[in-house]
Nanobody, 115 residues
Framework: QVQLVESGGGLVQAGGSLRLSCAASGRLFSINGMGWYRQAPGKQRELVAVRRYSGSTNYADSVKGRFTISRDNAKNTVLLQMNSLKPEDTAVYYC?????????WGQGTQVTVSS
């Protein structure tokens, strides 16, 4: 099993910044990468950004140029730096870790962007 603990959500005005952090523990040897998803009220969960341990990254078109995903290897932590936040970024943000066969989720952290 892999455990994920997110932190860093909160309330911010439009144009502001937040940094989310996700700390992973447990059976990490099988993990191929980590990422962030979000789910707004009444909408499906969507991928925000993913960083594979190979180094490759992918971003949703809606966050390209504003969000950056990175990894602190020493701390088994993945970060999501969110700049130029917009009200439409408001959602619960979930960290995930994935292997060839499994996907693990954190508990989620609320991000609210006021206009």
């Amino acid at each position: 099993q892999v455990q994920l603990v997110e932190s860093g959500g909160g309330l911010v005005q439009a144009g502001g910044s937040l940094r989310l952090s996700c700390a992973a523990s447990g059976r990490l040897f099988s993990i191929n990468g980590m990422g962030w998803y979000r789910q707004a009220p009444g909408k499906q969960r969507e991928l925000v950004a993913v960083r594979r341990y190979s180094g490759s990254t992918n971003y949703a078109d809606s966050v390209k140029g504003r969000f950056t995903i990175s990894r602190d290897n020493a701390k088994n932590t993945v970060l999501l730096q969110m700049n130029s936040l917009k009200p439409e970024d408001t959602a619960v943000y979930y960290c995930d870790a994935f292997s060839a066969y499994d996907q693990y989720w954190g508990q989620g952290t609320q991000v609210t962007v006021s206009s």
